[in-house]
Every structure is written in structure tokens, then in C-alpha cells.
């Protein structure tokens, strides 16, 4: 029986990422069995309850588990970054997709920081009760290589997957000057660099809107959009949205705008070409990974942004080009190879 461990995934990308895996394991109906966090209860009621199990997503409870499921598991899955907190004799595959365990931007408050470091030296006192390290992109395997195992790549696998977008659902119809960002919130997610560019960029040409996609409990980001909505500026928060919403939000948008200053893989940027938008993107190596952008920006400076913006709604970009492919049904055969 084959075990996936994901309780330490309850949000944003990889979240996303969760659900799809596991409907991929349940189509193809793996034996099995789910170790989620008790926060995503809902999202996965529809799992045989014999197959599945919810936990606080703590150190204690997940030893707990493993201690009294050790020999029960050939094969093991742990979709969040750390390897089990004992060294087990079943094969053990840690899906690393965390930047943040690799490195901590310098935007982050004192406390983010000092969360972020011991995560970094839990990581490091538990790696070795992993057998192969699976990554999404050759910079997160070249990074996790330098910082964790003395620059050996050997036991480091590069398999990215996403879902795709649910293009049945949509009705095509895109918005000229339309620009969108798709991204949970955060110091690193620079949401307020590229408020503060759009709305400059608008106050020259009077043209575009903006639409994000930041929680409704990030209260001073939602303040900030609302100031600033409040003044005339065509920004629309749509908070948390579905896969169809999405879908038809990328269907929509001209452009996705992508200043984030750290991402282990981007997954906005591979949707939005999907979903037909330019991509017009930090000129960060994270990128490059990803796709071949239309156009690319300086994150660090609002300026940047702001010509950036100006630019693509006055000339004719060339349109983004995807650099990765969805390699599920490789993570599938790996699992199920080790059975």
C-alpha cells in the first residue's frame, strides 16, 4: 500500500496541486492510503473514510501516526516538503516545492523569518529519512542540492505537474487591457510594488484593470485595494476563487502580470499560457523555468512595473511560450513502480 502524507498542505498552489494529485490516484485507483491535514476535511469527503485520515498538521501528531503505521506502507509520498520524522524501510519520496525552505527574502518581517529558519533546520535534521527527492524545475534541484546534500543531484528527480485548466467550462471572451495576478498573498508576492505601478500606469494612460486574487483575511492588502479603488482605479479583488472561475478569469485577461520575487515553480505562469494570456513576468531565474515570457520587469522597483504595464497595452508583444510539460503520469508510475 502506497501512503501520501499531505499534512502540511491546507492552501493556495499547493493545495491545488493536492486535489489534482489525488483525483489522478483515485482514477487510477492506487491502493492507497491519505494522511491530509484536518482543515482540508472538506475538500476530500468524498474519499472511501477506511482510506484516509486527518490530523493537526503538528510534528507530535504526525510521529504519532508514523509510529504506529511504520510496517504498514511499501511506498511513501510526502507531498509537503519534509520526510517522515522516522526512518521507515519503506521507499520514501519527499515532493519538495517550497522556495522558502531554500531561501528567506529579505521583505519578510523578524518573526517570518525566525519561523522560516527552523523549518529550514527541521528540514535538514529529518532529511536523510528520505530515499529520492522529487522537484518541479532544475533550479529547485540545483538549490536544493547546494544547500541540503553537498551539491549531489543524484537522489534529486525533476517531476513538475499541474491540472489543467477547465477549459469546457469557459466562454471566451478577452478583455483588451486587461491584467491579472493569481497568487495567494505575502511579503514576497509583492502585491504592493504592482498596485502602486498599475495605478501610476493608469493615471498616464487612463487605460487597463487589474484584477488579484488576495485573501479576504489579509486585511491590509485588502485595505490597500480598497483605498485605492476608492479613488477610481479599476481594481477588482476576486479573493478565493474555483477551478471554473479561474479558468474563466485567465480566458478573459490579456495579460498575466507576475511580480512575485520567489516562487519554486510559478504555477500561475503555466495557466495563464494555457489559458492563451502573454505572460509578463519578474526577470528572476524562477521565470525562465517556466516559460518564455512576452515581456519581462524589474520586481524590485515600482518604475519597472509601471513601464512594464504602459508598454504592453502600447505595443504588440509575442505571445508566451511554456517550457515545462505535466509529467503526473511520471510521479503516478514512480509510486506505483515501488509498490
Given at each position: 500500500m502506497i501512503l501520501l502524507d499531505a499534512v502540511y498542505i491546507n492552501n493556495s498552489g499547493g493545495l491545488v496541486l493536492l486535489k489534482y494529485l489525488i483525483s489522478i490516484?483515485?482514477?487510477?485507483?492506487?491502493?492507497?492510503?491519505?494522511?491530509?491535514?484536518?482543515?482540508?476535511?472538506?475538500?476530500?469527503?468524498?474519499?472511501?473514510?477506511?482510506?484516509?485520515?486527518?490530523?493537526?498538521?503538528?510534528?507530535?501528531?504526525?510521529?504519532?501516526f508514523y509510529s504506529n503505521n511504520?510496517?504498514?506502507?511499501?511506498?511513501?509520498?510526502?507531498?509537503?516538503?519534509?520526510?517522515?520524522p522516522l526512518r521507515l524501510k519503506a521507499k520514501v519520496f519527499v515532493y519538495f516545492h517550497q522556495k522558502l525552505f531554500l531561501e528567506i527574502p529579505s521583505e519578510f518581517s523578524l518573526k517570518e523569518k525566525l519561523i522560516y529558519k527552523i523549518k529550514q533546520l527541521y528540514l535538514s535534521f529529518y532529511k536523510n529519512n528520505c530515499d529520492k527527492w522529487l522537484v518541479q524545475s532544475q533550479?529547485?534541484?540545483k538549490q536544493f542540492a547546494e544547500k541540503y546534500l553537498n551539491k549531489k543531484l543524484d537522489n534529486i528527480c525533476i517531476l513538475p505537474f499541474y491540472p489543467p485548466l477547465n477549459i469546457d467550462t469557459v466562454k471566451p471572451s478577452r478583455i483588451k487591457d486587461s491584467f491579472i495576478y493569481v497568487s495567494n498573498s505575502?511579503?514576497?508576492?509583492?502585491h504592493e510594488n504592482l498596485i502602486h505601478a498599475f495605478c501610476e500606469a493608469y493615471d498616464i494612460t487612463k487605460l487597463g484593470s487589474l484584477t488579484l486574487t488576495v485573501p479576504k483575511n489579509d486585511f491590509v492588502l485588502n485595505n490597500l485595494i480598497n483605498e485605492k479603488v476608492g479613488l477610481g482605479y479599476p481594481i477588482l479583488n476576486a479573493g478565493f476563487i474555483n477551478r471554473e472561475q479561474l479558468s474563466q478569469l485567465y480566458f478573459s485577461s490579456e495579460y498575466l502580470i507576475f511580480p512575485s520575487l520567489s516562487e519554486?515553480?510559478?504555477l500561475g505562469l503555466a495557466e495563464a499560457i494555457d489559458g492563451g494570456c502573454k505572460v509578463i513576468v519578474a526577470d528572476l531565474p524562477y521565470a525562465y523555468q517556466v516559460c518564455r515570457p512576452s515581456l519581462t520587469f524589474n520586481p524590485y522597483t515600482k518604475e519597472s512595473i509601471k513601464i512594464a504595464i504602459i508598454k504592453a497595452m502600447n505595443e504588440i508583444l509575442t505571445d508566451s511560450e511554456k517550457t515545462i510539460s505535466?509529467?503526473?503520469?511520471?510521479?503516478?508510475?514512480l509510486l506505483s513502480d515501488n509498490i
Open positions: 490516484t483515485q482514477e487510477k485507483k492506487l491502493d492507497i492510503f491519505y494522511l491530509l491535514d484536518s482543515r482540508t476535511k472538506d475538500y476530500f469527503n468524498n474519499i472511501d473514510q477506511k482510506r484516509i485520515s486527518f490530523i493537526k498538521n503538528s510534528h507530535s501528531e504526525r510521529l504519532r511504520k510496517d504498514k506502507f511499501h511506498s511513501i509520498l510526502c507531498f509537503g516538503n519534509v520526510p517522515p533550479l529547485m534541484q505575502g511579503p514576497h508576492k509583492n519554486s515553480f510559478g505535466n509529467d503526473i503520469d511520471g510521479l503516478i508510475l
